[in-house]
C-alpha cells in the first residue's frame, strides 16, 4: 500500500520556468512533510520540510504549499534552472513509539530542465 | 557538524556471496540509523531502523540483517546474496525523540549482484 503518491513521474521544464511536483497522502498520523532532492549517484538530501499547522513555506526559489483539508502538498521550484536537474522525492513522518519515527517516501520525479 | 560515511561505494558480487556495508556517523550520539534501499527508478524501500546499540527493527522481511555494535555505526548484512539484492543502499541517521523530524542520508552504496 502507498501512503505517500506522488505525480507526475517526470517532469520536463524550460529554464526559468516553473516545476511543480504534487504529493497526496491518506494517513492522518503524518506530521511533518519533507521534500528531498537526489542527484544521480548520491544520497538524497533535505531541500524544504514543512509542519501541517502551515499552509506555505518558502526558501529561496523553493515553497511548500500544503492543503491539510485535501491532504495534499506540493513543491514549486520558481525560476527553473539546468541545476535543478535531479530527481525529487516527497515525504511524509509518522512518530513509530520508542524514540523513532519513520519516513515514508513518494516514488519521486525525475526533473529536467532545459536550456 | 554531523557527518555520515558509507563504504564501499560500489561492490560488485556473486550470487550467493556474503555482504558486509558499513555507516558510521560522526558529530552526534545516540542517533537513530536506519537502511533503505533504492531499486532502479523506484522510490527508498525502508529496511531496517535502530533506536539504540544493539537493538533492530526490521521492516521487510528478507536474506538481509542490521547490526548496531556501536552508537554511532550500522552495519547491513547478508549471509547469502540473491540478484535481487542488487541496488543502492542508503544509511541515514536521524536525532532520537518524538519532537524530532529530519533524516539525513549518506553517499550510499551501489551493489551489483552477478
Known amino acids: 500500500q502507498q501512503q505517500v503518491k506522488q505525480s507526475p513521474q517526470s517532469l520536463i521544464v524550460q529554464k526559468g520556468g516553473i516545476s511543480i511536483i504534487n504529493c497526496a497522502y491518506e494517513n492522518t498520523a503524518f506530521d511533518y512533510f519533507p521534500w528531498y532532492q537526489q542527484f544521480p549517484g548520491k544520497g538524497p538530501a533535505l531541500l524544504i520540510a514543512i509542519r501541517p499547522d502551515v499552509s506555505e513555506k518558502k526558501e529561496g526559489r523553493f515553497t511548500i504549499s500544503f492543503n491539510k483539508s485535501a491532504k495534499q502538498f506540493s513543491l514549486h521550484i520558481m525560476d527553473s534552472q539546468p541545476g535543478d536537474s535531479a530527481t525529487y522525492f516527497c515525504a511524509a513522518k509518522e512518530y513509530s513509539g520508542a524514540g523513532s519515527y519513520q519516513l515514508t517516501f513518494g516514488k519521486g520525479t525525475k526533473l529536467s530542465v532545459i536550456p | 557538524s554531523q557527518t555520515i560515511h558509507q563504504w564501499p561505494a560500489t561492490l560488485v558480487q556473486p550470487v550467493g556471496s556474503p555482504l558486509s556495508l558499513e555507516c558510521t556517523v560522526e558529530g552526534t550520539s545516540n542517533p537513530n540509523l536506519y537502511w533503505y534501499r533504492q531499486a532502479a527508478g523506484r522510490g527508498l524501500q525502508l529496511l531496517f531502523y535502530?533506536?539504540?546499540?544493539?537493538?533492530i527493527s526490521s521492516e521487510v522481511p528478507q536474506n538481509l540483517s542490521a547490526s548496531r555494535p556501536q552508537d554511532r555505526q550500522f552495519i547491513l548484512s547478508s549471509k547469502k546474496l540473491l540478484l535481487s539484492d542488487s541496488g543502492f543502499y542508503l544509511c541515514a541517521w536521524g536525532l532520537a525523540g518524538f519532537y524530532t523530524d529530519t533524516q539525513y542520508f549518506g553517499p550510499g552504496t551501489r551493489l551489483t549482484v552477478l
Open positions: 535502530s533506536v539504540g546499540i544493539g537493538q
